[in-house]
């Protein structure tokens, strides 16, 4: 028999199931890769719900990447221009415990911010949050969720009251008609796109719409292509519901018996007539009439998106004007249709339920909530006030407190925030000022290890237990097989372990992940994210579990005392455990398992309506002008992942994308008077970078596209964020990441240095060099 582990895929939100196998099985040869290392084998889980077995490139390669380049133990240094060097873990979690210590009572608590990322696991999510907002008493806890589903959960929270996606994956078997809005589906969630593309290929009827500037791969296979100017979307969607009205095809009994504020939109859409809105979005009127048609005359309408909406100024309104459609022809609630934001990373919606925005509680509530506050300050046990009434900074805002010196401790967690944060040498330059950064990441080097005074070594998916959840709400136990490199730890064990260091030892005596768990899935009891009846026994007996699913408050089984990490001088007695019951009152809403939210259209508002939403398109933050004429959009490639400190060291990926390069339409590049491969630098306000061009009519006219990934690490001046801007969605504070304004230049190719394998950057070695 073989032993096999089953897991659940460490990228993307798509969550596919994974079935990891030993590299020696009896009667087979050791799995090794190029350089003799024996590596896991991975395969897609066939039992897996969401995923039925299916996987792509980036999963079917993780193994490849787990052992190489590892940051394994922790090291530390006075400032920056100093190598660092090797410390044992008492001295760096002195350190750093030293340092909250002193910035707390010098500068207030207010000074220390810490800044994770939807890659880490629920439990470390939620001890972090327990630390920062619960222990130490300031919001400052935010994640690159903030760069991400920010607008998406801001968009859910105004229109239905709550968080959380409605709908679920067998809705893409299921629906009449698919709207695919600012999502290359095909590149950033293939899984999801195979399963729709089946269901389209085998249906004729089904309709594929996609509403994106750029004609990717999932543009491709649509029925219609919106190639609509970027920062257009409202006025498309405002431009729909205007038909939709014109032409009847709307639910009245619906929206009377279940929205609020119809009538402010239906004043507002007036506005958009076809037009209007076809010039604004440079689409034909007849291609608008046809979306239109297509959404007004289906049964079942299904609508998905990711960061073509909520990247955006105005993300919170994008989302909410699609949302608007749904409300106005009751597509909610039913098999096939509603409104799907789609996760981008593997654990961003855990961490929404965990409370990990600086705005946000465990348990989908909020910070400016007192009732919200008074229960969680009784559920960890502290005084009354003990959670600060004042939201946090956000990421962004942590680096403008770096400007101004107001931040003296930055912890940095799962994220490379060197390479993915708006306006990147605002950001480095910021990151250079701090006082005190701590950095805990799985890999090294990375660039933002050159900010870092501490360096903490992460154990990661595979070498640690904990819980992941997919875009569709279901929670996948991913527990540990192998073991960590060196000295590195779980992230939850780590905070866990500066807390009891701060003096909280009872509020962080936790045995192993599943304890961890435990408390926090209480937590979430009667919340619209209950998972109270969720638990890695439960996960491990069962497989996947979707919320919300309520439970009672079981007792610990006594299995759970064997597992995992042990807390340090602060073991505690299971029974004491049981004793400390939680004292939370359910909130008035009951959740109902089901696959889908929202069936009964009770939404979870105070009267349980829904609300429209009146927005006006304002457009792009930095719109083109003479001077900087074109859009400039970011985005992603199917093989990499993000800052691709794992894709970048898999052979099979970096053949398949080797470099950075920047898209051009044809009609732009023979005005710039540049050919295929001739390399080009591109200007914004902010900054630089320099690129071959790949000349398409993929892209629209006007429009250019860098990918996303390129850091200093990896290409010389080929960081998309070189050129973008912070500028952010009142509402979300999502920064507008797929739009600025730049200007193009041919450059002879000899200026423009560039390799694809990993580059000793001048600037950056020294500051990442290592004493050991
Ligand atoms: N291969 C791969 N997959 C990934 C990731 C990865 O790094 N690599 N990352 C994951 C993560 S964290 C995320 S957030 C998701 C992101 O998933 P997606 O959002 O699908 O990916 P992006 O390429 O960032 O952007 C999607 C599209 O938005 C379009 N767009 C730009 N501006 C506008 C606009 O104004 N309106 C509209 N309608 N569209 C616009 C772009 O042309 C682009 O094709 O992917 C996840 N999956
Ligand atoms: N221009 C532009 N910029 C963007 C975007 C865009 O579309 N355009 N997209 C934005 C979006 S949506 C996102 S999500 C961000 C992503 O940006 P980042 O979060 O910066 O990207 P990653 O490369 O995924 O960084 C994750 C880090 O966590 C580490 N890691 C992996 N597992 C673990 C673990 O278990 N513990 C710890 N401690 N570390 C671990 C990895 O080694 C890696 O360094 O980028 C944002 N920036
Ligand atoms: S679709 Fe996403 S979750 Fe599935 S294998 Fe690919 S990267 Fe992993
Ligand atoms: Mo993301």
């Known amino acids: 028999m073989i032993d096999s582990t089953k897991t659940l895929c460490p990228y993307c939100g798509v969550g596919c199931g994974l079935e990891a196998l030993p590299p020696a099985q009896a009667g087979k040869a050791t799995n090794r890769d190029k350089q003799g290392t024996p590596i896991w084998q991975v395969r897609g889980d066939r039992d897996h719900p969401s995923s039925q077995g299916m996987v792509c490139v980036k999963g079917a390669t993780i193994a490849e990447s787990l052992h190489k380049d590892r940051l394994q133990f922790p090291m530390m240094r006075e400032s920056l221009d100093e190598p660092f060097r090797r410390v044992s873990w008492d001295e760096a979690l002195d350190r750093v415990a030293n340092q909250i210590q002193t910035v707390r009572s010098t500068q207030g608590a207010d000074a220390v911010c810490m800044y994770g990322s939807g890659q880490l696991q629920t439990e470390d999510y939620y001890i972090a949050q327990k630390l920062i907002k619960g222990c130490l008493g300031t919001n400052n806890f935010d994640a690159n969720s903030r760069l991400c589903m920010s607008s998406a959960v801001s968009g859910y929270i105004q229109s239905f009251g709550a968080d959380g996606p409605p709908c679920c994956y067998d809705d893409l078997d299921e629906t009449d008609c698919a709207f695919i809005a600012g999502s290359n589906l095909a590149e950033c969630h293939p899984i999801l796109f195979n399963r729709l593309r089946k269901h389209h290929k085998q249906d004729r009827t089904v309709k594929l719409v996609v509403i994106d500037p750029r004609c990717t791969a999932t543009a491709e296979v649509a029925d219609l292509h919106l190639a609509i100017k970027p920062g257009t979307d409202i006025d498309l969607f405002n431009g729909i519901a205007h038909l939709l009205l014109k032409w009847g095809k709307v639910d ?66 994008k989302v909410r004007a699609l949302i608007n459609l749904h409300l106005m022809t009751a597509q909610i609630g039913r098999p096939g249709a509603g409104p799907f934001s789609l996760t981008g990373q593997p654990n961003a919606m855990g961490g929404r339920e965990a409370g990990g925005l600086s705005h946000l509680l465990p348990g989908y509530r909020l910070v400016n909530n007192p009732a919200h506050r ?51 040498e605002r950001t480095k330059a910021a990151l250079k000022r701090s006082p005190f950064t701590v950095y805990q990441d799985a890999y090294y080097p990375t660039e933002t290890a050159a900010y870092a005074h501490v360096l903490l070594p992460a154990a990661q998916w595979s070498e640690k237990s904990g819980v992941m959840v997919n875009s569709e709400r279901r929670v996948t136990l991913c527990p540990k097989f192998r073991s960590p490199p060196g000295q590195a730890r779980a992230d939850w064990a780590i905070f866990a372990e500066v807390g ?273």
């Not at 007539?273 to 076809?278: C, G, K, R, T, Y």
């Not at 502290?382 to 956000?394: K, V």
């Not at 457009?619 to 985005?635: C, I, K, N, R, S």
Request: net charge negative; hydrophobic share 40%; proline share 7%.
């Open 252 to 317: 009245a009994a619906f929206i009377d018996e279940h929205t609020a504020h119809f009538s402010d939109l239906a004043v507002v859409i007036q506005h958009y007539s076809p037009d209007i809105v076809a010039h604004r979005c440079g689409i034909s009127e007849e291609d608008l009439e046809t979306a239109a048609k297509y959404w007004g005359d289906s049964k079942r309408v299904l609508s998905m998106w990711s960061m073509g909406l909520n990247q955006s100024s105005e993300g919170t309104a």
């Open 374 to 424: 008074a229960e969680v300050e009784q559920f960890w046990r502290l005084e009354p006030g003990a959670i600060s009434a004042t939201p946090g900074l956000t990421c962004w805002e942590m680096i403008t407190g770096l400007e101004r010196e107001e931040v003296g401790v930055l912890w940095v967690a799962a994220t490379n925030p060197a390479v993915s944060m708006p306006d990147i």
């Open 500 to 772: 009891r260091r701060l003096g909280f030892t009872k509020e962080f005596a936790f045995n192993n992940a599943a304890e961890v768990y435990r408390e926090f899935a209480q937590l979430t009891h009667g919340r619209p994210c209950d998972q109270s009846g969720i638990s890695h026994v439960r996960l491990r007996a069962e497989g996947p579990l979707q919320w919300p699913l309520s439970g009672k408050t079981e007792d610990m089984p006594s299995e759970l005392k064997a597992e995992g990490t042990r807390a340090k001088g602060a073991r505690i007695e299971v029974e004491k455990l049981q004793e400390k019951k939680p004292a939370i009152q359910p909130a008035a809403i009951t959740p109902q398992p089901s696959k889908r939210l929202y069936t009964d259209l009770r939404f979870h508002t105070p009267d349980g309506r829904a609300r429209f939403a009146a927005y006006h398109s304002r457009g792009l933050a930095e719109p083109p002008d003479e001077g900087y004429p074109y859009v400039l959009t970011t985005g992603r490639l199917y093989g990499h992942w993000h800052t691709m400190t794992r894709t970048g060291r898999i052979e099979k990926i970096m053949k398949m994308h080797p470099n950075p390069f920047l898209e051009i339409h044809p009609r732009d590049a023979a005005a710039i008077g540049v050919k295929n491969d001739e390399w080009v630098e591109v200007r914004s306000r902010r900054g630089f970078v320099r690129l071959p061009v790949l000349v398409t009519k993929a892209i629209a006219p006007g429009t250019l596209f860098v990918p996303m990934h390129w850091g200093a690490l990896w290409a010389s001046h080929a960081e998309a964020n070189a050129l973008t801007h912070p500028a952010c969605c009142p509402d979300s504070k999502q920064p507008e990441l797929k739009a600025c304004a730049v200007q193009v230049v041919p450059i002879d190719s000899k200026v423009a240095s560039q390799k694809s394998e990993l580059l000793s950057d001048d600037a950056l070695m020294p500051l990442l060099s290592i004493r050991i």
